[in-house]
């Protein structure tokens, strides 16, 4: 990550860290219908089992020479069209964060890692 | 896994057992029964023209099996674990895992099906299924089929805009015991 991880605006005045923006790009995915959760890989479970809740969780932002771009591990509900909830978390996440931290985001890349069954009624065959 | 590859991993398997053998006597051995066969070696391997090629060969043929072993390990992870398509805000990836679970919850659904494991390639823009079920007795098992593989069919197709060219079903195994789900 260059300048230690944090972020120059057009301002020149403020930081915004990797890690901020992060948070506010996980909340705003969660915010997406369609999503019902994120995924964390091996390590953040595990620190979520240690007793961290992570408001980050299952967001990796990295930004470098100016280009910043957030990649998104998601669980999508079932029955839900992929593309579309997709499209519709990267442009919530940008327009979060441009709103938010005044941070231009590059590229939103989308993980759907899962589908959440839970919800979905037994049905007779 | 091919033929090949099984037959080396055998021959590797051969050697180490071999070699594990040989380690796990040597303490209890006769120093002479060694000492013995090194001097055999000694004398009928490396003082020999004809035995230092063989010895050599031997060593470059072991090497080139460790390296094709090597390298078939690494080439093995290498399988297609996601789907990617772009639109102009990035890229999005369907992971294999999320397609495995969408047939699963929809296998799990059915009553007649006890157990299931799923397995999903991704091959050129279309995805290939592999369902293994095990069922309960009375299952009409090719009527099960037809509508698992619609099913998922559809559900995949829909969920994620992808083609899916095959869904396979294996029937692995029925159990006698009895349903337990009303």
New interface residues.
Partial sequence: MADNGSYITENDEMLVTDEALAVIAGMAAMEVSGVAGMSTGFTGGLAEVLGRTNLAKGVKVLSRDGVT??DIYV??K??????EV??EI??HV?ANIENQAGVVVD?????????D?SG?K???? | MNFFFRVLTAIYAVIAAVLSALVMISPFSDKNLMKNFLDWADVTLYRSDKYNVVVFLLGLVLLLVNLFILFSGLRFKRVNK?IC?K?D???????A???E??AL?LA?????VREAKSKVRFKNETVEILMKLSVYPDTHVPN?SR?LQNQIKD?VE????LHVSQVDINIEGVHAAPAD?E
């Fill in positions: 771009t957030v669980i999508v079932y029955g839900v069209r992929i593309p997709a499209f990267q442009e940008r590229a939103v890349n989308i993980h759907v890692q899962g589908v069954f979905v037994e049905e007779e065959n | 996601y398509f639109n805000s990035g890229q999005v990836r369907v992971s895992n999320s397609v679970s969408i919850g799990r659904k059915s009553r007649s099960l509508l559900a829909s969920m994620t805009e789900k």
